[in-house]
């Protein structure tokens, strides 16, 4: 697993393919089939030529067993072939070869189910491989060919991307339990630039190139010398923040203009409905209850709400106190017209 060391590097340790390639050794020979058909005992259907034809059993000379379909004497439609080192496949033929969909159980436990060309593995396929890996993916005359995922059990690393006659070669993504790597691969190995993701929030660019060391003056030797190791160098390093939203909060004991704004308004309402009936209080109609305001603490317009009540409270004391001057200097002034009317009369009955 790769580890981000102090200097900013990112050291991997690329997961090897650990799987049995059972194509390629001790599995072509499970894979080759009786090539004559006709031979060995046969229990079946036959034509009016006295070939195999239809329905058939076949006991072959090597010891294989087939159970299926024939057509002039060659497997041809669905069967079962079964091998005498315990390998075993079922599906499609045509003219005795593997053609169309099958699955093949090879002896070390490992399992082909896909297309078939004749007898080559090739198209869709998923292979399931004797250590517990997995490949699933595009295949190419018995080689993983194309775009595929390739798993490992072990490590619960995943690949996914390019392939070239079975090796990891193209743009891919390498997936591990806590990072991943994105870039190119040629022969199952990353080369040139690339891109760390880490799971605790950072990415590290860089490219992998060959160490200094192992580009010294080849020595000569018979045998062909292994691959030079490639070192990652870390080019830039970005660290992604979260971002958290600020929210302002007003002081209780600040009036927002919003609040002010709305206590006047109130006044002037107040102020407007002046011929309100005498001895009956009037009442905000957006008044709310103490016991409503207090079960509502959570919501900030209480406080405005309180002082748009004091402002109406002290409004309406005002106009009733404005009434109450006019009242008295209508008093007045209709006591004054009555002692006028009095005297005229008084003057009318002297003459």
């Known amino acids: 697993m790769s580890e981000l060391s102090s200097e900013g590097e990112a050291e991997e340790s690329e997961p090897e393919e650990t799987e049995t390639e059972s194509e390629s050794e001790g599995t072509e020979d499970s894979e080759a089939e009786e090539a004559e058909a006709d031979l060995g005992e046969y229990d079946g259907e036959r034509n009016s030529a006295g070939e195999r034809h239809g329905r058939g059993k076949a006991q072959l000379p090597n010891g294989d067993t087939y159970d299926g379909e024939y057509e002039h004497s060659l497997r041809n439609g669905q069967g079962t072939y079964r091998f005498k080192n315990g390998a075993r496949y079922i599906g499609q033929y045509l003219q005795n070869k593997k053609h169309g969909h099958g699955v093949f159980f090879y002896p070390d436990g490992s399992k082909y189910e896909g297309s078939w060309v004749n007898d080559q593995k090739h198209g869709y396929g998923e292979y399931t491989y004797a250590n517990g890996d997995t490949y699933a993916g595009e295949w190419f005359n018995n080689y993983r060919h194309g775009q595929g995922t ?11 991307g390019g392939w070239v006659n079975g ?13 991943r790597y994105r870039g190119k691969f040629l022969n199952g190995n990353p080369v040139g630039q690339g891109k760390y993701v880490f799971d605790i ?12 060391e192992d580009k010294g003056e080849e020595e000569e030797e018979e045998e062909p010398s292994l691959p030079a190791a490639l070192k990652w160098k870390a080019t830039e390093i970005t660290k992604l923040t979260p971002w958290t939203p600020s929210v302002k909060k007003t002081p209780p004991s600040e009036a927002s203009p919003a609040a002010a704004e709305a206590a006047a308004a109130a006044g002037e309402a107040v102020e407007e409905t002046g011929g309100a009936v005498e001895g009956e209080e009037t009442m905000p109609a957006n008044a709310v209850t103490d016991e ?60």
């Open 201 to 212: 929030g950072c990415e590290q660019q860089g490219e992998y190139i060959q160490s200094a």
């Open 167 to 179: 090796n990891q070669e193209g743009e891919a993504e390498l997936i591990h339990l806590n990072h």
């Open 292 to 351: 409503t305001a207090d079960g509502r603490d959570d919501e900030p317009a209480h406080e405005v709400s309180s002082e748009v009540f004091s402002s109406e409270k002290h409004a309406e004391e005002e106009d009733e106190g404005s009434r109450g001057e006019e009242e008295n200097k209508e008093a007045q002034e209709e006591q004054g017209t009555a002692n006028l009317e009095d005297k005229e009369d008084e003057s009318q009955e002297a003459e």
């Open 150 to 160: 390739y798993v490992y059990k072990d490590t619960g690393s995943k690949y996914v």
